[in-house]
C-alpha cells in the first residue's frame, strides 16, 4: 500500500480544538471535504485522473476505480482503490503498482496465461518492474489536494471559533 502526504498543518493545529468541539457540523465539514477529495481524483466510479492514468491491457483495473468515506463518524477516512481481480481472485492492482519478483512454476510443469488473445506456457517468468502511476497522479495533484485540505481546516476553524459558515 501506498501513503501520499501533503503539508496538513492546519489540522494538526485544528485537531484538539475538533477533539473539543465534537460537533455534528465539525464532522459533516470533516466528510465533505473528504467527498470533494475523493471527486477531484475519481469523479465517477472508473473515471477521473488515476483511471486516466492506470496502465491499461482489458482497461478492468481503470474501471475499478472507486472512492468510500469509510470509518464512523469519530474517525472518519478516504480510501480509494482499485480493486480489479485476476481470475484466481488476485487483486492486481498492487503488482502494477509496486512490481513483483520472478515466478517460477511449482505445483505445475509450467504457468499458463494470456497477454491479449496469445496465449503462453513458460515454466518461469522475471520480474514485473514496478509502474507507480498512482503517485504521479497524486504529484500532479497536490496542489488541487492541497487547497481543498486547507479549506476544510479553515471552514472548521470558522465554525469552532463561532464565525458561522465559510462560503
Known sequence: MSTIE????????????????????????????FRRLGRLIVPTTGTGPLAA???????????STVFQIIGGPMNQA??????????LGVFYGQIVREGRG????????????????????RKSVGPAKANPYHRR?????????QNIVNDMGR???AHINGQGPVQ
Open 155 to 157: 471552514r472548521i476553524i
Open 6 to 33: 501533503w503539508d496538513d498543518q492546519e489540522f494538526q493545529d485544528l485537531g484538539q480544538r475538533v477533539n473539543q468541539a465534537g460537533d455534528t457540523v465539525t464532522r459533516i465539514s470533516i466528510n465533505e471535504g
Open 102 to 121: 520472478p515466478v517460477t512454476a511449482v505445483n505445475a510443469k509450467f504457468l499458463h496465461f494470456f497477454i491479449g488473445s496469445q496465449e503462453f506456457f
Open 78 to 87: 478516504l480510501e480509494i482503490r482499485q480493486a480489479a481481480r485476476s481470475a
Open 53 to 63: 492514468e492506470t496502465p491499461k491491457v482489458t482497461g478492468k483495473l481503470a474501471r
Open 137 to 145: 497522479v497524486f504529484a500532479r495533484l497536490k496542489p488541487q489536494i
